[in-house]
């Protein structure tokens, strides 16, 4: 899950109401919902976990035993990655969607941001794209394990980052 980087966000970042509740998803198992209206460009919530390299993460045991493909990291900008596992938070339960309502960013601290990409309303369920990269080519193996159930209108039916199968088929001459 990779991360854009940008200007912190002040909007409502300092009310005391608590903006999510953790709930069971209809998108997959547990999700993050919104508890109140939360305005478009409002920091939600810091991604934890501890900061480990991506040789690490590939070395850890399956996060979830009943799917391998199930994971809790998040790819910082500099190559390392958060496995919210150790030390996470809520965050780490927030689901993908290919239209999300929330986007996450690094800020100048190096902390990564759950930030609203729009204004949400109390009871709708909080997602971003997570944009996955998975090392290898993108067989139909590859493609129905992370297959999305997101349920949006335009679900482009996978968490993999579009962007890298676009550059993996110019790569290969299929490119149109
Ligand atoms: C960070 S966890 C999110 C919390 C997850 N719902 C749970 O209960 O463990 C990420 C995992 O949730 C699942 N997941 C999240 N969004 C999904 C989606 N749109 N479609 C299918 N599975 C999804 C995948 O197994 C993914 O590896
Ligand atoms: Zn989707």
Known sequence: MPVTSRR??????????????????????RGVFASRTIRKGADIIEYRGRRISMEAADELPD?????????????????????????GNAARWINHSCQPNCEPYEDDRGRVIIAAKRT?????????????NVP?????HVLAAYACRCGAPRCRGSMLDPEKDKAAKVKRGKSK
């Open 8 to 29: 912190p966000s002040t909007a409502s970042s300092a009310r005391s109401t608590r903006a999510y509740a953790v709930r069971n998803s209809p998108i997959h198992g």
């Open 63 to 87: 996060s979830d035993p009943d799917n391998p493909h199930h994971t809790f990291l998040f790819e910082l900008n500099d190559g390392r990655v958060i496995d919210a596992g150790v030390r």
């Open 120 to 132: 949400i309303r109390a009871g709708e369920e909080l997602a971003y794209d997570y944009k996955l």
């Open 136 to 140: 290898g080519r993108r067989t139909t």
